[in-house]
Structures are given as C-alpha cells and as structure tokens.
C-alpha cells in the first residue's frame, strides 16, 4: 500500500510540476524581466522541486519537458539571436535532464549530512544546480555551434561567455536557493507534523 502511494505521489508531482513548466513558459511568467538588457528565468524551478520531492526518474521527466518546451519556443517563437539553435534537442533537451541528474545527485550527497537541515540542503542543491544549468546550456552552445555563438557573443570564448552571463546566473541562483529551501523546508514541518499526528493516533489506541 505504501509502495502505491509513493508512486502516485511521484506521478502525481511529475504531473503537476510538468504542466508547471509549460505554464511559466506559455505566459512568460517564468521570465522575469529586471531591466531591457536584463532578464532571469525561474522555468528550471520546478525541475529542481521535482527532484528533491520525487526522485531521480520524475526530475528526469520534468527536465525533459522543460526542454521539449524550449525546443518548441525556439522553433515556433525565437525572440532572441541564439534562440533558433536551441530547435537541436542536444542544446535544448539533453542539458536541462543532465541539469536534473545533477540536481538529484547534489541533493542526495547534502542530505547524507545529518547535521545538515533540509531547508539549507535544499538551498544549496538549488544555488549550485542553477549555476551547473547555465553551464550546461552554454557549454552545449559551444560545443555544437561554436562559430555562431562566438559570434553572437562577440568573438569570445566559453569562459569568457560564462564570465559575461555570471551577474545574471548568481541571481538567478540565488532565487531558486530561496523557493526550494521555502518550499522543502515547508514540506518538511507539514510532513513532521503528520508524523507526530500519526505516532499520537497509535499511542492513543
């Protein structure tokens, strides 16, 4: 019976932060402008949140729906000059499951530390997967149109271009650091309350 909770639990939240994803992407709330030249992206939110409530699989798919999406932005709607690259799956898709495999290994090496809390291991996967997302993607971009993104970028290399995009990712990290650490650390009082609620219940009968 457990066993069939926790996998309706996994599809259900592989569901939910699914259609997330799409929803942020559609209405472009998962892009949050600070200023012309300045914009940051909160659409890998949920693929982290997935990773840490349901597991290695489900933030695998959730990663995939993020980039199938993007994939689908860039060939329907391109609005910037290195948008229309992001049509190959390899820029698009494959980076953002590798940012989700990561995510569930940060996660799962943080919470063998007892001593750590949830909360603060949430906020730690959260600042360094978003950091490795921003790699990844750009490090794809690099690798597969090197000539094109130098370009784009003003002739300069891949860690020069990380460098450039570096203000942005560190903000950008630091917003996922604060949501996954609000949302697990309420997760983990909810939970801790039921289980209290649950012991009490069997003490009492």
């Given at each position: 019976?457990?066993?069939?909770?926790?996998?309706?639990?996994?599809?259900?939240?592989?569901?939910?932060?699914?259609?997330?994803?799409?929803?942020?992407g559609i209405t472009r709330l998962g892009f949050i402008s600070l200023s012309p030249?300045?914009?940051?992206?909160?659409?890998?939110?949920?693929?982290?949140l997935t990773v840490m409530l349901a597991g290695f699989g489900s933030g695998i798919?959730?990663?995939?729906?993020?980039?199938?999406?993007?994939?689908?932005?860039?060939?329907?709607?391109?609005?910037?000059?290195?948008?229309?690259?992001?049509?190959?799956?390899?820029?698009?898709?494959?980076?953002?499951?590798?940012?989700?495999?990561?995510?569930?290994?940060?996660?799962?090496?943080?919470?063998?530390i007892s001593l750590l809390p949830e909360s603060v291991s949430a906020a730690i996967?959260?600042?360094?997967?978003?950091?490795?997302?921003?790699?990844?993607?750009?490090?794809?971009?690099?690798?597969?149109?090197?000539?094109?993104?130098?370009?784009?970028?003003?002739?300069?290399?891949?860690?020069?271009?990380?460098?450039?995009?570096?203000?942005?990712?560190?903000?950008?990290?630091?917003?996922?650091?604060?949501?996954?650490?609000?949302?697990?650390?309420?997760?983990?009082?909810?939970?801790?309350?039921?289980?209290?609620?649950?012991?009490?219940?069997?003490?009492?009968?």
């Amino acid at each position: 019976m457990n066993e069939t909770i926790t996998k309706n639990r996994k599809i259900a939240l592989t569901g939910a932060f699914g259609a997330l994803v799409v929803v942020l992407g559609i209405t472009r709330l998962g892009f949050i402008s600070l200023s012309p030249a300045v914009s940051l992206t909160i659409m890998h939110i949920p693929v982290l949140l997935t990773v840490m409530l349901a597991g290695f699989g489900s933030g695998i798919s959730v990663g995939a729906v993020f980039g199938i999406f993007s994939l689908i932005q860039a060939a329907m709607s391109p609005s910037g000059a290195l948008d229309p690259l992001f049509k190959n799956p390899l820029i698009s898709v494959l980076p953002r499951m590798l940012f989700a495999a990561a995510a569930w290994l940060i996660w799962r090496g943080l919470r063998k530390i007892s001593l750590l809390p949830e909360s603060v291991s949430a906020a730690i996967t959260g600042f360094i997967s978003t950091l490795l997302h921003t790699c990844l993607v750009i490090g794809s971009l690099y690798l597969v149109y090197n000539t094109d993104v130098s370009s784009a970028m003003g002739n300069i290399g891949y860690l020069a271009g990380l460098i450039v995009l570096m203000p942005n990712a560190l903000i950008e990290a630091a917003v996922a650091a604060v949501v996954c650490a609000a949302v697990i650390g309420s997760v983990s009082v909810v939970s801790g309350k039921k289980s209290r609620l649950r012991m009490e219940d069997e003490t009492n009968q």
